[in-house]
DNA sequence: CCGTATCCATTCCGATACTG
DNA sequence: CAGTATCGGAATGGATACGG
């Protein structure tokens, strides 16, 4: 009757969610690009209680997402973007654009840093360079790659 | 005491993460994009229980990522990715890119449907056209897209 | 200010039994 | 095969009181 765990799952994706696959994680990191570093504007900015904002960092250091770093003249620290952190605006930015998509506004917008202007969308590109769209891709197993599509049983 | 609810959040992360943030969703998601369509497959592939897979493809269909399609000769149905659905690989894609950085190979590849063979990573492209590395990002209010940064107090 | 510890309601999840 | 109904245990989340 225990929860499964994924932890040890074949698949990147499902090892993944188990990591960060938490609303509260993923939104912990999300402020956490768009400027928050301490305990508090934390728990500020998303109205998250204390003791569940303290498991959800202890976790997201543990994972080597955020980081501690002291501060100068203070007991305390602040909790920042490693570089495994950072990766993920790329899972932020997919889920922004497919909220987006799905009606309502954009109150974040991924932009240059050089210029303040909003960057191109996200897109996938074909070995060769070819742009591809949704229709274009399909996921298969690794162990098939490369390889013609075998028909799928229909179970008839 | 009610779990705190992001429906209606202003932020489209939020509210993606409220529809899909689910770890068993996710999961579905992705078998669909791997081929399942039965509910026997999902139950099968996943090794979830049936009264939860029951709920998740209920709120797939009613958010518009799955559509039933019915069966010729059969009283029963599969389930589809819509195009909504299908927008989720961007999604999956960010988070299997993310998990596979961090340790453990890939089990699934996504690849070009013409030749089979995986697609270029991610990227992101400026509106100019340069492309942009993380480090190069950063997330801001919409509002202030194109305006320089205001400092930010550190509370001191 | 940054947590920790505790309490309690709600939700979730898995197993099982049952239906058409 | 594709669900529905139910149940108990586990995990989660929120409030609050407390400590350094």
Not at 37 to 43: M, S, T, V
Not at 70 to 88: C, F, Q
Not at 93 to 98: E, G, L, S, T, V
Not at 105 to 116: G, M
């Amino acid at each position: 009757m225990k929860r499964k765990t994924f932890e040890e799952d074949a698949c990147p994706v499902a090892r993944s969610l188990e990591a960060v696959g938490d609303t509260w994680s993923v939104l912990i990191v999300r402020q956490a690009f768009a400027g928050d570093r301490r305990f508090g504007e934390f728990e500020k900015s998303l109205g998250i209680a204390k003791n569940i904002l303290t498991d959800r960092l202890r976790k997201l250091v543990a994972l080597g997402v955020l980081e501690q770093v002291p501060i100068e003249g203070s007991a305390h620290h602040e909790y920042a973007l490693t570089g495994k952190g950072r990766g993920l605006y790329l899972v932020l930015m997919a889920i922004r654009q497919w909220g987006e998509g799905c009606g309502g506004p954009a109150d974040y917008t991924l932009v240059d840093r050089r210029d303040r202007k909003p960057v191109r969308p996200l897109a996938f590109h074909a070995h060769d360079g070819r742009e591809l769209g949704a229709d274009d891709m399909e996921l298969v197993p690794t162990a098939e790659v490369g390889k013609v599509r075998r028909a799928r049983s229909t179970a008839g």
